[in-house]
């Protein structure tokens, strides 16, 4: 029970690595908020044990306004916000293909919301930490931008000004208090990489083959890493990514 009492708002919780996530939350004690485009009230109406101790906020992160108001709803629900895991981010829709062939719509709302979402939700919740001198942002990255992965572009790009906003905002936030670090998964077999055939096919296979441990990593291989940084245990790390992807890229 290392965040017993605490309150962690999970962007992207409703399903896949953000589910996982909330699940490992409330075994930790926790409160949560769930905020996601589609699926939060329901995710929590599932998860809650009559405790209330899960809410749900329908939330689209590259929106300022989604994102004030989730701050505000995890305020209303608990009266404060200890922790936010920005988990949101386009991936499992992506399909791998040459970067002259990536459409630019396609572009800019991959950064919209992988890179812009996270830095709006942080900014939601950083006034209710600092009045509170302390709080935890634990961003959700990739391996991707470590190894150079090709053709999805964008997505790299992505992650890789993920783990550089990760270091600027520790350092930023230090002072308040607040700890920022970040986890970057490898290949997961996320509810939405299931229901994509096209990144099955192309990448399952070669990441499997790269790995130290010889199996798929799974949505909760990545919980105990964002527990780690969440909880008392990493009150002496900030600025940090780790790499969860079962041996594939040594740091």
């Not at 962690?8 to 953000?18: D, W």
């Not at 906020?57 to 608990?78: K, P, Y």
Request: aromatic content about 6%; overall charge negative.
């Amino acid at each position: 029970m290392r965040c017993i009492g605490k309150v962690a708002v999970v962007t992207g919780g409703a399903m896949g690595i953000g589910r996982s996530i909330v699940e490992g939350f409330v075994d930790e004690g926790a409160n949560v908020l769930i905020a996601d485009r589609t699926g939060a009230v329901e995710a929590a109406a599932q998860l809650d044990d009559g405790s209330n101790r899960v809410a749900g906020v329908a939330c689209d992160v590259s929106s300022q306004d989604d994102t004030e108001a989730m701050a505000q709803a995890a305020i209303e629900a608990f009266g404060r916000i200890d922790i936010l895991v920005n988990n949101a981010g386009i991936y499992s829709s992506l399909e791998p293909k040459p970067f002259e062939e990536i459409d630019i719509e396609e572009w800019k709302r991959v950064l919209e919301v992988n890179v812009l979402g996270q830095a709006l939700a942080s900014r939601a919740v950083v006034p209710a930490m600092r009045s509170q001198g302390n709080g935890r942002i634990v961003n959700i990255s990739s391996g991707t931008p470590f190894k150079g992965v090709p053709f999805m572009l964008h997505y790299v790009a992505s992650k890789g000004a993920v783990n550089a906003m990760t270091k600027a905002l520790a350092k930023e936030l230090g002072s308040a208090g607040i700890l920022v670090n970040a986890v970057a998964p490898g290949f997961t077999m996320s509810d939405g990489v299931l229901s994509n055939p096209v990144q099955l096919e192309k990448l399952q296979d070669i990441s499997l083959k790269s790995r130290v441990i010889q199996r798929d990593q799974l949505p909760g291989d990545v919980v105990g890493a964002v527990i780690y940084f969440a909880s008392q245990d990493s009150a002496f790390v900030t600025g940090q990514t780790l790499v969860v992807d079962g041996g594939a890229y040594f740091n």
